[in-house]
């Protein structure tokens, strides 16, 4: 038990007076990351009322409860806007389990080894780009910014490496619904992403040779039903954040690859879909386009931290759990953990003058700088949309997803997408396999060529 000194209202002091300041650093009770780095554990950096719900809410809302419109007003201020409106508006119902202690549960593990091996050694150069302190060269793997001075620096964290893998390729089962709460498109598809700097896991080194001036591929590629099957896009980034990527797709219906204006980051690669390319881990963009980051709030947050894996049903399916909307098809009933320290960063799009955008708020588990929260405001400053990720190490009891280097997996595990100005939704699955038989996998060796090249996008296609 804490001494009496630090009650509920020290903590919501203490991140009020952090936040005014201007303050950085991790923990109240002492430096987060030095102790997690030393012993794996949050347990020390906070008191008792931000390791437990039950201790915050005194008891109104637990562990094990499930956050509906009958108790949300409790903990209205630990949700972002949107999820707030769904629970109240449209009967979404979200679970809460136990606060993750151990960080090493938050990460892929070489990831992991990355951040805690590299701390200190990056910076941002004279154009805002990430660097290694000592060489100038692009980084070099892990969370550049552990402890982020700013909200670029905070921004860096969940830029630089998506996945955290440096190679993943998910597939993806999407349905989306209509205002009324009907299935109005479903969709199968895969998507592939390989950085070529900032690499974690390659014995050769954190930079893919003859690349090290780019950041990554990505790709997408649908593979269901046959009106879109074939159409696919491919993203090449280059590491100086001011410059667009290039975006290449491939239509079947012309049978041919066309280059993509930048400004399409803001528009549904496929009808019905309320996915942009902007929206991709909350980041999908350049961060040097965006601009006037900021820190506007700092404290506890509920978001989907784990728990949300289930690999006991077939393809990793959570259908079981669809509640929510007109239909009782809009929401997965997923896991939320009370997150003892998030920051709130808020971005504008200065390098996109016609965006429908005028401004993004993320909120970043200062655990793992993770986007639990994201929600964008439309050019008259009112909320538009909001993207969820929800993030799970890959086990359920006895049941472990492992990777290639023999440690868990962990990755993303589904995504609620809504536009509440339209009431239009897109829920994502991370499946085991997408229907074109495509399965999910990390650190694949031959998935440039497979995968991420104009050659390769024409191929799918066809």
């Not at 809410?57 to 630990?78: F, P, Q, S, W």
């Not at 016609?354 to 708020?361: C, D, G, I, L, W």
């Amino acid at each position: 038990m804490y001494i009496k000194k630090y009650d509920l209202d020290y903590s919501r002091r203490y991140f009020l007076e952090k936040t005014a300041k201007g303050a950085m650093g991790a923990g109240v009770l002492t430096s987060l990351w030095p102790l997690i780095g030393n012993t794996g554990e949050i347990g020390k950096a906070y008191p008792e009322e931000l390791q437990s719900l039950e201790a915050y809410t005194k008891g109104k809302v637990k562990e094990g409860d499930v956050i509906t419109a009958d108790n949300v007003e409790h903990v209205k201020d630990l949700l972002d806007p949107v999820a707030y409106h769904q629970v109240v508006q449209m009967g979404r119902r979200i679970r809460v389990r136990p606060q993750t202690q151990d960080v090493s549960k938050l990460f892929p593990h070489d990831f992991y080894q990355a951040t805690l091996k590299n701390q200190g050694k990056a910076a941002l150069d004279a154009n805002g780009n990430v660097v290694v302190k000592d060489t100038g060269k692009p980084w070099i793997g892990g969370l550049p910014f552990v402890d982020p001075q700013d909200g670029l620096e905070a921004f860096a964290n969940v830029t630089l490496s998506w996945g955290r893998h440096d190679t993943s390729i998910y597939a993806v089962d999407d349905v989306d619904l209509g205002p009324n709460g009907d299935v109005e498109y479903s969709y199968s598809l895969a998507w592939c992403e390989m950085n070529t700097t900032a690499r974690v896991s390659d014995p050769d080194g954190p930079y893919l040779a003859g690349e090290e001036d780019k950041l990554r591929y990505q790709s997408v590629w649908f593979t269901a039903p046959n009106d879109v099957k074939g159409t696919s896009f491919l993203n090449t980034w280059k590491y100086d954040q001011r410059e667009f990527p290039d975006l290449f797709g491939y239509l079947p219906a012309f049978k041919r690859v066309r280059r993509f204006p930048t400004n399409q980051r803001f528009e549904p690669l496929v009808p019905g879909i309320t996915f942009f390319l902007s929206d991709a881990w909350a980041a999908g963009d350049p961060m040097l386009t965006w601009g006037n980051y900021k820190i506007v709030g700092r404290g506890p947050f509920l978001g989907p931290q784990g728990g949300s894996w289930h690999g006991d049903r077939e393809n990793w399916n959570k259908d079981h759990l669809l509640h929510g909307g007109a239909k009782g098809l809009n929401f997965y009933e997923v896991d939320f953990e009370f997150c003892p320290e998030v920051l709130v960063i808020e971005a504008e799009p200065v390098g996109y003058p016609r965006a429908p955008v005028s401004k993004k708020r993320v909120w970043l588990d200062v655990r793992n700088m993770a986007a639990i929260g994201y929600v964008t405001y439309d050019r008259r400053g009112e909320l538009w949309r909001s993207f969820e990720i929800g993030f799970s190490q890959q086990t359920k009891g006895d049941l472990v997803q492992r990777e290639r280097n023999g440690h868990p997996v962990w990755s993303w595990s589904y995504v609620h997408a809504h536009d509440i100005q339209t009431n239009r939704f897109t829920r994502f699955n991370h499946a085991q396999q997408n229907r074109s038989g495509l399965k999910t996998e990390f650190d694949v060796p031959d998935a440039y060529n497979k995968y991420l090249t104009i050659q390769a996008i024409r191929r799918l296609g066809s």
